[in-house]
């Protein structure tokens, strides 16, 4: 992505970041007298300053602060490693639902498995906070960029507001949209936002995407790990697939169509090798025409006690080689539930990378790493078996959109009403299901494509990379007795549990500190 590095002086007097307000003082015009100050007139001079900036705000969904791996944090009050944003999207994502539990008794970190959060969980806070110090961070580079006429520049600005719409589609979908709203056009320093709603945040998403779209490279064109239109088809794809669940809306027609665009273009192709995708090289060129947005990682020059370095150091223990995952050691954290393994032909499906050595099936005791199979998905080794340049930190990067989401996605939306072709559907899926099975012996016909099937699909194809929790909402799975998993609800068997938690609650810290803030509803 970027190859210069860029120690940005946080000029973070546009708004608050997190729970706690920033305050400044003084007038914002006036340049400073003392040349060793640092103003936004000297970060923002030249293109080639906004596009050093540009690369703070992607590496916002990579790093921890200014350092690397920890020491100068961008956020204040959580473990520096554990506030890094994959980590804690995978934490919502993926161990509040029938994909993996942790072993591990962090204080809050439990509640995931159990879907037993509440206001005051330092994961929430810290997945919140997150999120809202990167709408920081784009806003002041959007505010900056339209004091300037440069198309190098207006064609930055277009990634900076794809990234904000992409923070902002994460907050409509864990916290319920009944978030703080702050854009570009809202005072500089400290004040207490207005609270914003679904169907509001919804609108500005959609609105902001399709203004912006054309205005991206054309898909594959940009420089690895930065958006193009591609990208915010996709988010696109993924708002109207779920606005039943924001805004009670059936907008299938306009997700069908956005995941078409993608799967249509011909700068896309499916990866050969599904195991090829969660490697540490997972960035050769023949992969990247698979992946739509990643989040880019490397062990010598990204490094993070999260992303990718935590989903593979979490789900290695036991008896597991750590060397054979090009890592030092495990933490001995993460298994998958029997209802996930369950959902695989193990024999013939080559996505069910489990290890089974000395480790049981069920999960009797929830604190024991050898208690479940455990997930041999991700690596920090190359498609040639060689180790990652680093044992302590990954190169692997982490696809946040690949192409056979969308390929799902129509499908579904198809299924759904949406239009489209079933014929076409069957096919899709059946090019994954051919690279899966190594032939077409696991093929589905029509009469096999159903919602049930598509969401069982989604688990196989997509479990452990960020999108279970949304599916099982979507699907009216999450929370209700009608599907339960290991753990759920806090008992072995699975249990219904209230359906407030088909939302996460804002900070209570937040909360306590902007009047303008209501909690969401039964928290």
Not at 208 to 220: G, R
Not at 321 to 327: E, N
Request: proline share 4%; hydrophobic share 40%.
């Amino acid at each position: 992505m970027f190859t210069k590095k860029y120690s940005l002086i946080l000029f973070l007097l546009a708004a608050f970041v997190m729970a706690a307000a920033v305050s400044c003082t003084g007038d914002l015009n006036t340049s400073p007298i003392d040349e060793r100050v640092t103003t936004s007139a000297d970060v923002y001079d030249t293109p080639d300053d906004f596009r050093q900036v540009l690369a703070k705000l992607y590496a916002g969904y990579a790093t921890t602060g200014q350092e690397g791996p920890a020491g100068n944090p961008d956020i204040q009050g959580i473990d520096e490693g554990f506030s890094q944003y994959v980590r804690q999207y995978w934490v919502h994502q993926v161990l509040s639902s029938d994909e993996a539990v942790v072993a591990w008794n962090d204080p809050g970190l439990p509640d995931f498995n159990t879907q037993s959060w509440g206001a005051n969980n330092d994961f929430v806070m810290g997945m919140y906070s997150r999120i809202f110090y990167q709408v920081a961070l784009t806003n002041e580079f959007i505010r900056e960029a339209n004091r300037r006429t440069e198309p190098v520049i207006q064609g930055f600005k277009a990634e900076a507001r794809f990234l904000r719409a992409l923070t902002y589609w994460h907050a409509l979908d864990l916290y319920g949209g009944n978030v703080p709203f702050v854009t570009e056009d809202d005072p500089i320093g400290a004040f207490l936002p207005q609270q914003t709603n679904a169907q509001d945040l919804f609108n500005y998403i959609e609105s902001e995407l399709l203004d912006l779209v054309d205005n991206l490279p054309d898909p594959q064109d940009n420089e690895y790990g930065r958006a193009d239109k591609g990208a915010a088809w996709m988010v696109l794809a993924k708002l109207y697939l779920n606005a039943e669940v924001y805004i009670g809306q059936n907008r299938y027609s306009e997700a069908l169509q956005y995941a078409e665009l993608i799967v249509d273009h011909p700068a896309y192709e499916l990866a050969e090798n599904y195991e090829h995708l969660f490697l540490a090289d997972n960035d050769r060129p023949e992969i990247q025409r698979s992946i739509i947005f990643p989040i880019r990682f490397d062990g010598d020059r990204i490094r993070t006690f999260g992303g990718t370095t935590f989903i593979i150091h979490a789900g290695v223990g036991g008896d597991m080689s750590a060397a054979d995952f090009g890592i030092g050691g495990g933490w001995q954290g993460h298994r998958v539930t029997p209802q996930l393994v369950d959902k695989f032909d193990e024999d013939n499906d080559g996505r069910a990378l489990f290890f089974t050595d000395g480790q049981t099936k069920e999960i009797d005791d929830i604190g024991q790493f050898t208690s479940g199979y455990a997930s041999t998905k991700w690596k920090n080794v190359t498609s040639q078996g060689v180790p990652g340049k680093n044992s302590g930190f990954a190169d692997t990067d982490f696809p946040m959109f690949r192409l056979a989401d969308a390929y799902l996605m129509y499908a579904e939306a198809h299924l759904r009403g949406g239009g489209g072709s079933a014929s076409r559907a069957v096919d899709l899926v059946n090019e994954l299901r051919e690279r899966a099975y190594g032939d077409n012996s696991g093929n589905i016909t029509a009469g096999d494509l159903t919602l049930e099937f598509i969401l069982d699909e989604r688990a196989r194809e997509l479990y452990w990379e960020g999108h279970r929790r949304t599916d099982l909402i979507r699907y009216g799975l999450f929370t209700t007795a009608d599907y339960v998993w290991a753990w759920k609800g806090d008992v072995q068997e699975g249990a219904a549990t209230n359906d407030r938690y088909n939302v996460f609650p804002l900070p209570a810290s937040d909360v306590n500190a902007n009047p303008n803030l209501v909690q969401n509803k039964d928290y």
